[in-house]
């Protein structure tokens, strides 16, 4: 590798975090039209400076900062390696594309009490946005437990205010999200401060060398419970979910899929930081077995939530709640995996299998329901409803918008080619390759089961209404720029689909095993 | 009766015993402003065990210290965000009990709608400008 990019990498994974704070900070002191300026080209640069570190951990390197010299376990070090760079990435691009959407539809950005009423655009999306970004990507690229609880508390807390922005039948989704977020991360503390008083550090990688020393393997596994009770609620795994539903379907148009998409990823990337990189699995023979059945637990409920959440979805007459009840059943396929990461055997290759599976379809994931719910949202602010009944026909309107949407359903039924599928077919393999049988009919009915759903809230659109749909002005061109946004993300469904092969490389930078 | 158990052991006890009061608390009651309390509660029972913690060494762990400030801090935030949350939510009802009477006053109440977002009833969408 050239010093330069190395070097560059470095500044990178800095200039990620700090980019967008300054911004959003900055963003406060200018009014709204100067704000999507600055949003779109802070987007722009922390696009770009995702680049140089992908370049760099592609090529086998883990570029590391510590912030200030102050070495671990005081000083704040950032590290990104294949986890980091990955979600680095999606998150860019997804990220990229929805600040378009937002900078273009005055709608998307929610609705402002103002003295002719309520209107549409709100100057507060702007900084909560930028500060969720910042919070995502410290999450990602962060080195210790101290920074993955504060990233997930500027994540946590800039979301509930971005839900808020959405009017006031928004608020007390905002609220009960709030609740169950603020609650999350306490757990998640507790969890950490239970580690450190065990090992000193707040370090990954030392805590992760200083467990493998102690004998007594209560206190970690004490800790590990805490923190996945906690990340579960975050990350709405099945019988937590049910603050998701409210709180993504009443979320203003630009900001459900910044939700479904990324908010959802930062619990999943710290909950697999916890479980593979700072606790170590192979502790003692009784820590072992209990972790087992705590993965089976999880597996279990990611079944339920596969089958229990498509169900629900099918049940929706409204857009938005049936792609939020998607997102249900998709976190189902990530804790589905977990049987086999820490299975008995050790088999790191199995680990290895059902990993990038986990990856893969939360990556998919992240760009497929982002440009699904960026639809939904368009839809419903055109069309004053996003009640499938009443958008009868409205794809003659908009067939570009309704290709995209098919696109991003491609991704989200699994269909080749897709991250959705890749994921899907490795999570197979690896459960074949354990023997784990009942994992391949979780899969194939979760795929008919979202076959279903998105078939039965897309294809009324494509259907001949009856009478003409009220919506008979035309299509200004800002919502032509808004389809455009989400025909990218439909069509990044299908170009990472082809990725799938570079992934499984790049996530081996710098695993855990 | 308790000289078999040390400061540290007492103030852990004493604790869990407020985080789990917090939680039971959040969980069953329906006030929001009791349960936005009840969240502080568990908040500080998590952040005493961290101070217990940090105080069995003979000189405190400065990294559990550290953790706790931080988490007071974020208490501090949750806590103001929550109470505009709330107080816009009771204002919006307000408004509402005086612009139509008749309206029974449990009818928004949390938890009742939770399988439904109530952004599109026409009362909400009346000074929309679309």
Known sequence: MIPVWSALAEFSLGAVVLAPLLAAAVSMLVPLP?????????????????????????????PEL???????????????????????????????????????????????????????????????????????????????LFNLYVGLELVGLTAVALVALGGRGSWEAALRYLFVAVLGSLLFLAGVGLLVSVTGTLDIAQTREALAEVADPEAPLLALVLMTLGLGMKAALLPMHRWLVPAHSSAPSGVSPILSGLVI??????????????????????????VQW????????????????????LRQTRLKPLVAYSTVAQIGYWFLAFPLLVSAEHDDALAAGAYGAVIALAAGHAIAKAGLFAAAGLLKDRYGTDEIAALRGAGAHHPALILAMGLCAVGLIGLPVSLGFTGKWQLATAAIGAGQWWL??????????AAGYLLRGIAPLLLQSEDEPAAAKPVSVRERLGESAVMLLGLATIGTGLLGAWLGDLLGVGAWW | ??????????????????????????LLVRDLLARLIALDVTGIGVLL??????????????????????????????????????????????????????????EQTPGADSEQDHGLSPHDQGGDPQ
């Open chain 1, 66 to 144: 510590v912030l200030g010299g102050f070495e671990a376990p005081v000083g704040i070090h950032l590290r990104a390696d294949g986890l980091g760079a990955v979600f680095l990435a999606v998150t860019a691009l997804v990220g990229l594309v929805l600040t378009g959407y937002a900078a273009v539809l005055p709608a998307a950005e929610g609705r402002c009490a103002g003295p002719k009423g309520w209107q549409q655009g709100h100057p507060g999306f702007w900084p909560l946005w930028l500060g969720c970004w910042s919070g995502l990507n410290a999450v990602v690229v962060s080195g210790d």
């Open chain 1, 440 to 449: 391949i009919v979780v899969l194939a009915a979760g795929t008919l089961l």
């Open chain 2, 49 to 106: 065990t961290l101070v217990a913690l940090a105080a069995r060494s003979q000189a405190p762990d400065a990294v559990l210290q550290a953790l706790v400030i931080t988490g007071l801090v974020i208490a501090v935030a949750f806590t103001g965000l929550g109470a505009v949350l709330i107080r816009r939510i009771e204002g919006a009802r307000d408004d509402d009990d005086a612009a139509v009477p008749d309206r029974a006053p449990d």
């Open chain 1, 294 to 313: 705590l993965a089976w637990l999880l597996g279990a409920l990611g079944a339920a939530a596969v089958l229990g959440g498509s169900v629900l979805a």
């Open chain 1, 34 to 62: 100067a704000r999507r300026v600055l949003g779109a080209a802070v987007g722009l640069l922390v696009a770009g400076l995702v680049v140089p570190l992908v370049v760099s951990v592609s090529a086998g390197e883990v």
């Open chain 1, 265 to 290: 990823k930062a619990a999943l990337v710290v909950l697999l930081r916890a479980w593979l990189w700072a606790v170590p699995l192979s502790g003692g023979a009784q820590s072992h077995a209990a």
């Open chain 2, 1 to 26: 009766m308790l000289t078999g158990l040390d400061t540290i052991t007492w103030y852990l006890m004493i604790a869990a015993a407020v985080t789990v009061f917090g939680m039971v608390r959040l």
